[in-house]
Nanobody, 122 residues
Framework: QVRLVESGGGSVQAGGSLRLSCAAS????????MGWSRQVPGKEREMVAV???????TYADSVKGRFTISKDNAKNTLYLQMTSLKPQDTAMYYC????????????????WGQGTQVTVSS
Protein backbone atom coordinates (compact mmCIF):
# COMPACT_ATOMS: atom_id res chain seq x y z
CA GLN A 1 0.00 0.00 0.00
CA VAL A 2 1.39 3.36 -1.04
CA ARG A 3 1.87 5.87 1.77
CA LEU A 4 2.51 9.56 1.11
CA VAL A 5 3.66 12.10 3.69
CA GLU A 6 3.89 15.77 2.79
CA SER A 7 6.02 18.44 4.44
CA GLY A 8 7.32 21.93 3.74
CA GLY A 9 4.18 24.02 3.95
CA GLY A 10 4.09 27.32 5.78
CA SER A 11 3.39 31.01 5.54
CA VAL A 12 5.08 33.30 3.04
CA GLN A 13 4.54 36.75 1.60
CA ALA A 14 3.39 37.26 -1.96
CA GLY A 15 6.28 36.91 -4.38
CA GLY A 16 8.05 34.45 -2.14
CA SER A 17 8.93 30.79 -2.61
CA LEU A 18 8.33 27.48 -0.87
CA ARG A 19 9.31 23.90 -1.61
CA LEU A 20 6.98 21.08 -0.68
CA SER A 21 8.18 17.52 -0.23
CA CYS A 22 6.30 14.23 -0.35
CA ALA A 23 7.95 11.10 1.00
CA ALA A 24 6.56 7.95 -0.63
CA SER A 25 6.77 4.41 0.67
CA UNK A 26 5.14 1.01 0.32
CA UNK A 27 5.10 0.61 -3.44
CA UNK A 28 7.10 -1.24 -6.09
CA UNK A 29 5.38 0.13 -9.18
CA UNK A 30 7.94 2.48 -10.70
CA UNK A 31 5.46 3.52 -13.39
CA UNK A 32 3.24 5.46 -11.00
CA UNK A 33 2.13 8.95 -11.91
CA MET A 34 2.61 11.33 -8.99
CA GLY A 35 1.20 14.76 -8.52
CA TRP A 36 0.32 17.72 -6.34
CA SER A 37 -3.20 18.92 -5.78
CA ARG A 38 -4.58 21.79 -3.72
CA GLN A 39 -7.86 22.60 -2.06
CA VAL A 40 -9.41 25.70 -0.60
CA PRO A 41 -12.29 25.21 1.87
CA GLY A 42 -15.58 25.13 0.01
CA LYS A 43 -13.99 24.44 -3.36
CA GLU A 44 -13.09 21.31 -5.28
CA ARG A 45 -9.60 19.91 -5.15
CA GLU A 46 -7.47 21.10 -8.09
CA MET A 47 -4.59 19.05 -9.49
CA VAL A 48 -1.78 21.50 -10.27
CA ALA A 49 1.16 19.35 -11.38
CA VAL A 50 1.84 15.74 -12.37
CA UNK A 51 5.06 13.91 -13.20
CA UNK A 52 5.37 10.50 -14.83
CA UNK A 53 8.00 7.80 -14.43
CA UNK A 54 10.07 9.27 -17.27
CA UNK A 55 10.03 12.74 -15.77
CA UNK A 56 7.52 14.26 -18.16
CA UNK A 57 5.42 16.94 -16.48
CA THR A 58 1.96 18.46 -16.79
CA TYR A 59 0.84 21.68 -15.12
CA ALA A 60 -2.40 23.50 -14.59
CA ASP A 61 -2.52 26.87 -16.33
CA SER A 62 -2.83 28.58 -12.95
CA VAL A 63 0.68 27.55 -11.93
CA LYS A 64 2.49 27.10 -15.22
CA GLY A 65 5.80 28.98 -15.24
CA ARG A 66 5.78 29.42 -11.43
CA PHE A 67 5.68 25.89 -10.03
CA THR A 68 8.04 23.02 -10.82
CA ILE A 69 7.36 19.39 -9.98
CA SER A 70 10.28 16.99 -9.66
CA LYS A 71 11.21 13.73 -7.97
CA ASP A 72 14.23 12.03 -6.53
CA ASN A 73 13.82 8.32 -7.23
CA ALA A 74 16.72 7.38 -4.95
CA LYS A 75 14.96 9.08 -2.03
CA ASN A 76 11.41 8.15 -3.11
CA THR A 77 10.53 11.80 -2.70
CA LEU A 78 8.37 14.10 -4.78
CA TYR A 79 8.86 17.87 -4.72
CA LEU A 80 6.94 20.97 -5.68
CA GLN A 81 9.02 24.12 -5.99
CA MET A 82 6.69 27.11 -5.83
CA THR A 83 7.91 30.57 -6.83
CA SER A 84 6.26 33.96 -7.37
CA LEU A 85 3.58 32.88 -4.94
CA LYS A 86 0.27 34.73 -4.94
CA PRO A 87 -2.42 35.01 -2.25
CA GLN A 88 -4.67 32.86 -4.45
CA ASP A 89 -2.15 30.01 -4.08
CA THR A 90 -3.22 29.74 -0.45
CA ALA A 91 -4.58 26.21 0.04
CA MET A 92 -4.00 22.80 1.55
CA TYR A 93 -1.61 20.99 -0.75
CA TYR A 94 -1.86 17.22 -1.18
CA CYS A 95 0.47 14.70 -2.75
CA UNK A 96 -1.19 11.94 -4.78
CA UNK A 97 -0.25 8.85 -6.78
CA UNK A 98 -1.92 6.53 -9.28
CA UNK A 99 -0.93 4.19 -12.13
CA UNK A 100 -3.39 6.03 -14.40
CA UNK A 101 -2.82 9.66 -15.46
CA UNK A 102 -6.50 10.51 -15.95
CA UNK A 103 -7.55 9.17 -12.58
CA UNK A 104 -4.82 11.25 -10.98
CA UNK A 105 -5.39 14.43 -12.99
CA UNK A 106 -9.15 14.41 -12.54
CA UNK A 107 -8.97 13.90 -8.81
CA UNK A 108 -9.59 10.23 -8.12
CA UNK A 109 -6.16 8.72 -7.41
CA UNK A 110 -5.62 5.56 -5.43
CA UNK A 111 -3.64 7.37 -2.73
CA TRP A 112 -3.62 10.82 -1.11
CA GLY A 113 -1.28 12.23 1.47
CA GLN A 114 -2.58 14.02 4.56
CA GLY A 115 -1.81 17.51 3.19
CA THR A 116 0.33 20.48 4.12
CA GLN A 117 -0.97 24.04 4.44
CA VAL A 118 0.42 26.88 2.33
CA THR A 119 -0.59 30.44 3.21
CA VAL A 120 0.44 33.41 1.07
CA SER A 121 -0.15 36.88 2.45
CA SER A 122 -0.37 40.04 0.39
Amino acid sequence: QVRLVESGGGSVQAGGSLRLSCAASGYTDSSLYMGWSRQVPGKEREMVAVIDSDGSTTYADSVKGRFTISKDNAKNTLYLQMTSLKPQDTAMYYCAADPNFSRLWFGNPMTWGQGTQVTVSS
